[in-house]
């Protein structure tokens, strides 16, 4: 897991929010944690590297 965090403020249409929050509680994730492995897949699908990836063995599951 990333040892520091930034604040990541996006809008988005209140409905999809809520049906987004209702879906993650269902799976006992938090929005949080869903969205921050969108993002690792979106920037491995790329092909882009960051500091911070985990090692091969650290990685966790998908969802």
Known sequence: MEKKTARLTLLIDPQKKSAFEELCALQ???????????????LHKHGVEYGSQPQEDEKSPSI
């Open 28 to 42: 006992d994730l938090t929005p949080s944690q869903v969205v921050r492995q969108l993002i690792r897949d979106y």
